[in-house]
């Protein structure tokens, strides 16, 4: 009889260790997405770029590794599974120590898309949710807190918001929510007026239900596109555009007020990535949480070596003489792989950081020309760039492999 009980207790341990089964999905996009980060994208895919140190989707696999019950990270995107993506992957597999694949769209299908056409994969194992994270946002990822909202008042869609200036909200998602359910009922991707200072962050938790109404809108692509076929052609095959679903318009804005969509909020540290500029501003967000979450990644004083101040990440292979700070000034600047800058050379750009006393500001969209002219912006050079003493380059881009040997103001240098 003992042994009966005690079987029937591993029984029901095993059925709640699967109800709480979860899995996450980062969206990485393609090829064509990084074009705001040339000519940094030339070398390494934009979800790999480096930001405070680890590569960016690093920052997304660390927090969603942390949340108990995950039991899978896929990510979807239309990059070809190059050497430097499946090495990340098999390097992330094993530090991390839970399965990360890669799904591969055989054409971009949007923000929704890839989740509809790979839903078997995500579905698989009976997950009772699964977290869903645009690759380029730099956030701290509150994931249990949301977690535990969804919890206590289970719905298809939770969304995770923050707060922006009525300005800078028109570029954004805009949620409007009931304040006391936090239901949201009414959602406008990027309005042409204001709507809502809730903006939507890029970071979902859905239920396995949430794909029903994927199911819908790709159905109905393939009915309209269909019916807009020439008269004779066939049409037995699947219309091209059916796979692409925008999560944002398609079906936020579309059961937004039927009791299916959620938010969060949050005042944690959130930003999107769009473009080197914005890269630089969250590898700042992010050093200033690694006093909490990675201290062994910053910088610290060593006999002989340079002098560190405020949060700094080096890495391992790059070398910085311990007279730097006399000698060599890099301010607001990515510096490529290879690159060297000479003594007494000073690389400078000008960041478009948001306003220090809005507390609601975030990074606006950087443009890199006005009226013709390349506007004042962070300065980025290339991989394998060589600088030479005593030169200024200011709020410039340099192409990999270029040799300078005078100074130069606002140009790109090809």
């Known amino acids: 009889?003992?042994?009966?009980?005690?079987?029937?207790?591993?029984?029901l341990r095993i059925a709640v260790a699967v109800a709480t089964m979860l899995k996450a999905v980062?969206?990485?996009?393609g090829p064509q997405k990084g074009t705001r980060f040339r000519p940094l994208s030339f070398e390494v895919p934009k979800p790999l770029f480096p930001v405070a140190g680890v590569p960016m989707i690093q920052h997304h696999i660390e927090a969603c590794a942390q949340v108990p019950g995950m039991q899978e990270i896929l990510l979807i995107g239309f990059y070809q599974p190059d050497e430097p993506l499946t090495r990340f992957l098999?390097?992330?597999?094993?530090?991390?120590?839970?399965?990360?694949?890669?799904l591969q769209e055989f054409v971009p299908l949007g923000t929704g898309g890839g989740l509809y056409h790979f839903r078997d994969q995500i579905l698989a194992g009976g997950p009772e949710a699964f977290f869903v994270l645009n690759a380029d946002v730099c956030s701290d990822f509150p994931l249990s807190a949301m977690l535990d909202a969804y919890r206590h008042q289970p719905h298809p869609f939770l969304l995770l918001g923050t707060t922006a200036n009525r300005t800078q909200s028109l570029n954004y998602g805009c949620i409007v929510e009931n304040p006391q359910?936090?239901?949201v009922l009414h959602y406008v991707e990027k309005?042409?007026?204001f709507v809502s200072d809730v903006i939507n962050c890029g970071i979902y938790l859905f239920s396995p239900e949430a794909l029903k109404?994927?199911?819908?809108?790709f159905q109905r692509n393939q009915q309209d596109g269909q019916l807009c076929l020439p008269l004779g052609e066939d049409s037995s095959g699947l219309w091209p555009g059916a796979g692409t679903i925008r999560l944002e318009q398609d079906v936020f804005s579309a059961l937004a007020g039927q009791g299916q969509i959620y938010v969060h909020l949050t005042d944690g540290i959130w930003s999107q990535i769009k473009s080197a500029g914005s890269a630089l501003y969250a590898s700042r967000l992010y050093l200033g949480q690694y006093q909490l979450t990675h201290p062994e990644r910053l910088a610290k004083h060593a006999p002989g070596g340079p002098r560190i101040r405020g949060n700094v990440y080096i890495h391992p292979t790059a070398k910085v003489a311990p007279s730097a700070v006399e000698h060599t000034c890099v301010l607001h600047t990515i510096v490529g792989w290879g690159s060297t800058v000479g003594r007494w050379a000073r690389v400078e750009g000008t960041p478009n950081d948001p306003n220090p006393n809005d507390p609601r500001a975030h990074m606006d969209s950087e443009s890199l020309f006005k009226d013709g002219k390349l506007l004042p912006a962070i300065t980025i050079l290339g991989c394998r760039v060589r600088i030479p003493a005593e030169v200024l380059i200011l709020n410039s881009i340099v192409l990999p492999h270029k040799e300078l040997s005078r100074s130069f103001t606002n140009q790109i240098i090809l």
């Open 90 to 102: 098999e390097a992330a597999q094993q530090e991390f120590n839970l399965p990360i694949r890669y």
């Open 181 to 183: 359910t936090h239901e």
């Open 191 to 193: 309005p042409s007026t």
């Open 26 to 29: 980062i969206l990485i996009g």
């Open 213 to 217: 109404p994927l199911r819908d809108v």
């Open 1 to 11: 009889m003992r042994t009966s009980v005690t079987l029937l207790g591993f029984i």
